[in-house]
């Protein structure tokens, strides 16, 4: 303490003489700044080095202030005082640099750090340097990319410590580019007085910041409620990634237990492999209920605290939880599309045997009747006979007609025979407007075409009964695994697949086999359906 009021003292007077040597006292609005910032300086070192004993930041901001006077004293004294001062203006950005540089420890740690703190001092009592708008931003660019490069080396609490440094010398190196990228582009009196000020605003509000950081050092523990609720609020996609910038380990792993696999999966599904022992990797297992519900791989440093570990094994059994049920919600949704889609498939198949037998069972008799009423009527003795029989064979022409279509609508003949372009070409050829098939395609799945036949069937039957259209236009195309199929009209347009039960089920029929259906229908201009199908054996 007694060492501290000597400085505290010290600082006092020489900032005083160095406002009165440099100033004057005619004029406020240049020294009330300057001493601000040596005293701010000053008393946020001394705070720092009474409340953090440990660390460096303190008397790095205290010399920082107490050099931050050494310009000012250029203005008097002797010759060799004014000329020492004239060279040591900027030499408080010597500890300043070493300060950003080491926050919060203020030791140099790698050997960069090292090589950037003794140039940080050595270009300080340079004056032409920091005189040069070029060398200027050169240099704030350097500082700004040694304290990035640290903080994306750092781990755990020294990440999120070095985060506050990086914010610190980023906001100085704007300003410090700033006023010197001005001085280039503006005549010197414009930009000297209020760059000074904004310079001067920067530094208070610089060093009260990394004063509060030292001494609340929120990098040193992470509330629960804090993790809960940013964990908690976190996809499975992005939980690894949340939790990552939590714990300030951009390594970390983070998998889910599948009690019935017994492995640890990713948010993706693939199996986590965990690490042995002397991979230089940690392994943090994450219970409930005496259960494992996920695991943590990171680096060792990470959670060296224990209640640090303990708020974020209580936050991710939240979450891991949470995304082990949505991962289960999801295989249940997955199972349903599934077994929509052997539903789906099972009634095309019922349909398709139905149609087999439909035509090779009463549509044969019927054609064999048929023929039998045809040589029934040429022998007839009678007239009257004659035309009873030629009514017969009307009714049953009518009534053959009628079941080929009820067969054609329960699942195309012309399908299984020739494929879907042949099946399109059939229904074409029984539409009663001018109707154009575009069909460029390759081998299409069974599933595949019947989906898309019924498309288009669907579409055309709308086309025909509300769209007042004189031309249709039916394209299929394959690519990119999957099959394209658009019908467009030149109708009245107004579809609207909300007021459509049949333009609805087509959509679910689509969008069970993974695929996507759209309807864009303009008044007075037209209606083009589109329907994209994946062309894989099972949907994605």
């Known amino acids: 303490m007694r060492r501290s009021g000597l400085v505290w003292l010290a600082g006092g007077v020489l900032g005083l003489t160095a406002e009165w040597v440099g100033f004057g006292w005619g004029d406020p609005r240049h020294w009330i700044p300057d001493l601000a910032v040596g005293w701010s300086l000053i008393g946020c070192g001394l705070i720092a080095s009474v409340r953090r004993p440990a660390s460096r930041t303190g008397p790095l901001l205290a010399a920082t202030g107490l050099t931050w006077f050494a310009g000012n004293l250029a203005q008097g004294?002797?010759?060799?005082?004014?000329?020492?001062?004239?060279?040591?203006?900027?030499?408080?950005?010597?500890?300043?640099?070493?300060?950003l540089l080491t926050y919060p420890s203020g030791r140099p740690g790698s050997r960069l750090v090292r090589a950037a703190v003794a140039l940080g001092y050595a270009v300080a009592v340079i004056t032409p340097i920091w005189r040069s708008a070029g060398a200027t931003m050169l240099l704030a660019g350097l500082l700004v990319a040694v304290c990035a490069r640290e903080y994306a080396r750092a781990v755990g609490p020294l990440r999120r410590a070095r985060r506050v440094a990086l914010q610190a010398a980023a906001g100085l190196s704007v300003v410090l580019a700033g006023t010197a990228a001005a001085r280039l582009l503006l005549p010197p009196g414009e930009v000297s007085g209020p760059a000074l000020l904004v310079y001067e605003a920067t530094l208070c509000v610089l060093t009260g910041g990394l004063l509060a950081g030292l001494l609340v050092a929120p990098w040193q523990r992470a509330a629960v409620a804090d993790l809960v609720v940013e964990l908690g609020e976190a996809r499975p996609g992005t939980l690894r990634g949340e939790l990552a910038r939590a714990l300030g380990d951009p390594s970390l792993e983070i998998g889910y237990w599948l009690p019935d696999r017994a492995v640890f999966v990713d948010a993706g599904g693939r199996v986590l492999s965990l690490p042995g022992p002397g991979s230089g990797r940690s392994v943090t297992v994450v219970e409930r209920e005496a259960q494992p519900v996920a695991v943590l791989v990171h680096d060792p440093v990470v959670l060296e605290d224990q209640g640090l570990l303990e708020a974020v094994t209580s936050a991710a059994q939240l979450a891991g939880s949470n995304a082990r049920l949505q991962a289960e919600v999801q295989a249940r949704v997955e199972e349903l599309a599934a077994s929509r889609r052997r539903i789906l498939e099972a009634r095309d198949e019922e349909r398709r045997r139905l149609e087999r037998r439909l035509h090779d069972g009463a549509e044969a008799r019927l054609a064999e009747l048929a023929v039998t009423l045809r040589r029934g009527r040429r022998s007839a003795a009678g007239q009257q006979t004659r035309e009873q029989i030629t009514r017969a064979e009307d009714q049953l022409t009518r009534t053959l007609?009628?079941?080929?279509?009820?067969?054609?609508?329960?699942?195309?003949?012309?399908?299984?025979?020739?494929?879907?372009e042949g099946a399109l070409a059939a229904l074409a050829s029984e539409f009663p407007l001018p109707f154009d098939v575009r069909a460029t395609t390759d081998q299409v799945p069974p599933r595949v075409a019947v989906v898309a036949y019924f498309v288009c069937a669907e579409a055309l039957a709308n086309v025909a009964k509300h769209a007042a259209a004189s031309r249709v236009t039916v394209t299929v195309t394959t690519g990119d695994g999957q099959l394209r199929v658009e019908i467009a009209d030149d109708g009245i347009g107004g579809a609207d697949p909300a007021r459509g039960s049949g333009l609805r089920?087509?959509?679910?029929?689509?969008?069970?086999?993974?695929?996507?259906?759209?309807?864009?229908?303009?008044?007075?201009?037209?209606?083009?359906?589109?329907?994209?199908?994946?062309?894989g054996d099972e949907a994605t």
Do not use: C, K, M
Not at 401 to 420: F, K, V
Not at 512 to 535: D, H, K, M, Q, Y
């Open 77 to 99: 004294g002797g010759a060799p005082v004014a000329w020492a001062a004239a060279h040591l203006v900027y030499l408080y950005r010597g500890p300043l640099v070493q300060l």
């Open 401 to 420: 007609e009628e079941l080929r279509r009820l067969a054609h609508g329960l699942h195309p003949r012309a399908l299984a025979e020739h494929g879907l």
């Open 505 to 535: 089920g087509l959509a679910d029929r689509v969008e069970t086999f993974g695929g996507t259906l759209w309807v864009e229908s303009v008044p007075g201009r037209g209606t083009r359906l589109a329907a994209e199908i994946p062309l």
